[in-house]
């Protein structure tokens, strides 16, 4: 369904996100793993919205709340 689809998607770009950086590919403070963190959280809490599963949408508004907040701040020219 289309459901597994977009919770499958979320995850596996959150997985790659943590593997490239975990490998030294990516940074933890590069826009690409920040915007990954982002879109993957987004679409797992889509998904765990549809369920109602309440304590995985509160962990997925967290995880892309805190990835926002480090992109805002890179963008504002902070550092992380």
Request: hydrophobic fraction near 55%; charge should be neutral.
């Amino acid at each position: 369904s289309t459901m597994i689809i977009i919770g499958s998607l979320g995850a596996a770009i959150l997985l790659l996100a943590f593997a490239l950086e975990q490998f030294g590919v990516i940074s933890d403070k590069s826009y690409a793993y920040d915007g990954a963190n982002v879109l993957g959280s987004a679409l797992l809490g889509y998904y765990a919205w549809v369920g109602q599963v309440w304590p995985f949408i509160v962990l997925e508004a967290v995880w892309a709340l805190v990835a926002l907040y480090y992109i805002g701040k890179r963008l504002a020219g902070g550092s992380k």
